[in-house]
């Protein structure tokens, strides 16, 4: 968002503020700024009349100008195809210096003597505005022969950039931005001047606008642009945003009071419409994809919010429009779409203003200035929208901020950024949000406006207090000890497994352990291998093993901690071990060829991770699985624990 100092004077007085302090405020309240330039227009350069303009007599493309530069009348040589006798231009004379160090001396051109140089805006370093020489006229200031153009503050301003976050579209316009301002210096902003030329006959009389099922607001106003014309610091504002469109007055007009105001402007073209009765009929409705669009009888002018399509500015007679439209809802019908857009829609889609009058009469007021006539009446499509009314305590407020601010300078700020308090009592504020503020929402949005006015560097900065309330437990006990036992284990050189909690009920079978019972068993297994509740880790710590030895591994030592389930589907928690083939790895100490576990030294490795137990022998064994000799019991305070 690019705004200027002198920009910005026209809707609130900051003559007495500078530049630097105004963006240390902005950046302040949020609005960051990105850049900030200052445009000087070199010494030497003034304001000069061109008397007259002769074709050089060796030069096809040369003009041989008398110029009048206040005090003298002298003799320059221009090459710009636009320059004509009676023009008021900007000169600079002998000994000026513009960009890149360029000097402008005494010459003589094919055999001319110049004696100076009729300047063309990016010459001084103005944008672009054509390629010929720059016109002056009197929308920077009293044009004076002779005086210098830094002596014009208008020519002469500080161009800030202000990089905005999506959710600001209000700052989106110089009103905006200014709005913002006058609530942290508590400024008035400047009123609209309503002066305008009016004409004798009403839109009615010339338009007839129908409307049918639109979520769109919108506003319609008729204008005849016979004689309007912009003048130079309007257009030179319009190329600064890198908008201007050379010739073509009401499309530059149109940006130009969008950009000033935020309110969404289009133009059409009289002569786009059907006649009906000797009135041009617009009719407002929706096309194929859901889209709120303009039509003269089929054809689409525009698809309303969206995009514009060019015109012709041809005509004298237009049909001004102004739209806005809830931003949720033109986002979300763009994105399901997935139709291409126009730079009008990242104004729509981020919160345009909807205050569709004001944008209207500051169109009328500006385009009247520049010699528009203004047809009376306005055709309106618009609904009352309730504001959003929230309920906050200042309290809550103040525990947001970290700091107790009082409560009537919180409604201070909160007036000045145009919230309306509509009750006040005891600790709480019931409160109604701008309609052009769409990104307050609640209690939080609301601490935050307070914040940007009172300045985050005026908060009081103190420690984080990080009170932890007592969460031990029967769960956070028991990780606890899962955790330690998968520490000792992996210390004694077990490796994790993680398995599912599935298994094969014909290997269940085969080993002889238990199974779940058919009516509590699975009924849609995710493969026919896991086709029921594994009542034991070992089946699946034994096929992690074999895996291993299969791809070259020559030990394998595992461990799980895991659900089982027993007949009844009834879960409990687990652990267990496997360890086979090498007891330890191949290193130097063993040769190069370790022993293979015994049963002792796992039973030791399994003494080590979960504590201290006894052994006793198995002598009712109910399985396959165990080895009939070397196997027992184990048994942890006298109890069998497992196996």
Known sequence: MIITRRWLEEFINISNISTDEICKTLNSIGLEVDSVEKKSIASKVVVAKVLSKEKHPDADKLNVCQVDLGDEVTQIVCGASNVEAGQTVAVATIGAILGNDFKIKAAKLRGVESNGMICSSTELGLPKLNDGIMVLDNSIGELILGKELKDYPSLNDDIIEIGLTPNRGDCLSILGVARELAAFYDLPLIELDKNINSHELSIGQIFEINSSNIDTFLAYKAIDFSGFKLDLLTNLRVALIGKFKENHNIKNSLIYTTHCVGVILNAYPREDFVLKNELSVLDLRKNEKGFDCSYSSTNCLSQICVDQKDFSENSNDFLLEASYINPEVISKRV?????????????????????????????????????????????????????????????????????????????????????????????????????????????????????????????????????????????????????????????????????????????????????????????????????????????????????????????????????????????????????????????????????????????????????????????????????????????????????
């Open 335 to 643: 994105f399901n779409a997935k139709i291409k857009t126009g730079d009008i829609f990242y104004k729509a889609s981020r919160g345009s203003n909807p205050d569709l009058s004001y944008g209207v009469n500051y169109f009328s007021s500006f385009a009247s200035k520049m010699g528009a006539t203004i047809y009376s009446g306005t055709k309106e499509f618009l609904e009352d929208i309730e504001k959003i009314t929230l309920s906050i305590s200042v309290k809550n407020i103040n525990s947001i901020i970290g700091q107790d601010i009082e409560k009537i300078e919180i409604e201070r700020i909160l007036t000045s950024l145009e919230f309306e308090i509509k009750e006040s009592v005891d600790d709480i504020l019931l409160i109604k949000v701008p309609h052009y503020r769409h990104d307050i929402k609640n209690i939080a949005d609301i601490a935050e406006e307070v914040i940007r006015m009172v300045g985050i560097d005026n908060i009081i900065s103190k420690p984080l207090a990080i009170d932890e309330v007592n969460r031990v437990n029967k769960t956070s006990l028991d990780l606890q000890k899962k955790n330690k036992l998968r520490y000792k284990a992996i210390e004694n050189g077990f490796f994790e497994t993680l398995t599912y909690v599935f298994s094969s009920k014909e290997n269940l079978e085969k080993y002889g352990f238990k199974t779940v019972k058919d009516d509590l068993d699975l009924i849609n297994p995710i493969v026919k291998e896991l086709n029921t509740y594994r009542t034991t880790l070992l089946l699946n710590l034994i096929e992690a093993c074999s895996n291993n030895f299969k791809t070259g591994a020559r030990s394998a030592s595992f461990f799980e901690i895991g659900t089982i389930f027993d007949e009844n589907r009834v879960e409990s928690k687990k652990i267990a071990f496997v360890h086979s083939g090498a007891s330890s790895l191949e290193d130097v100490s063993n040769s190069g060829k370790p022993k293979n576990i015994d049963f002792f030294s796992f039973a030791k490795k399994v003494l080590n991770t979960i504590g201290e137990f006894e052994l006793e022998p198995m002598t009712n064994i109910d399985n396959k699985f165990i080895h009939p000799y070397q196997s027992a019991n184990i048994l942890i305070d006298g109890k069998i624990s497992g196996f």
